[in-house]
């Protein structure tokens, strides 16, 4: 997990670094009146956080996976090399016990054919595996999909983080050339009694109807607007 981290430093940075961002624009403009306040462009910093967490998370899940797999590996290899230490050859010797030239003249040419008869087995040769062959199989294909797992969740998850951090950089660097204008995190908009983009209220309007009735957000009301409840608007 170090070294997953270590490797992706540069990446999980950004994120902190829009976040704080963020953050001081809201304190920095906290005596701008609230009221009439317009907040029409997403800043989808949040997303960019909440996929990034989601992405760790799964990974970690699956790591997990591997780490209490791996010992049950072990055990069944470790069977595995005992039961072949019980082998014994002696049970059924593959040989020939008989062994004859047969030709017309009896003779052995350059195109003899050999004829061989088994010995009679007395027992296994080795002890029976196919149990513990199994438990190594289904370990190994186990840590196999855990590994291809995570190189999927990382390739794909990856690409669209750096999408919504882009996007959030460009919004946040696009709101802070509008005068009078300032960044404020959705979940602050409601406390504030800002509007939303008309879209969004008409997207919204059934799951936020009664968000009007309580003193508190309606959870289901503020995830439908917002996307993200650490996203952020540009409001002015």
Sequence with gaps: M?????????????????????????KSQDSVQSQNLVCDTK??????????SDLLNDIYVELETIYRTIPRQIEAAQEMVKAAQKCNLDNCQPVCVDIGCYEEDFGCGSSYVA?????TCKG???????????LVNDTFEKINYSFERI????????????EKLNEARIG???CAKIAKAK???????????????LEKIEECKSVCEDNKKTTGINI?????????????????
Excluded: A, M, W
């Design 2 to 26: 170090n070294k997953f981290l270590k490797s992706n430093i540069k990446f999980i940075i950004p994120v902190l670094g829009l976040i704080l961002l963020g953050s001081v624009s809201v």
């Design 220 to 236: 289901e009301c503020l995830e439908c607007v917002c996307d993200s409840s650490i996203n952020y608007f540009c409001c002015h």
């Design 183 to 197: 960044t404020i995190r959705c979940r602050d908009i409601f406390d504030q009694d800002g509007q939303f983009p």
């Design 43 to 52: 800043i989808p910093i949040g997303e960019s956080v909440d996929r990034t």
């Design 124 to 134: 296994k040769i080795c002890p029976d595996l196919e149990i513990t062959n199994q």
């Design 151 to 162: 190189n999927n969740l990382y390739g794909n998850s990856t690409e669209k983080i750096r």
């Design 115 to 119: 004829k061989c008869v088994e010995k």
């Design 172 to 174: 946040f660097n696009s």
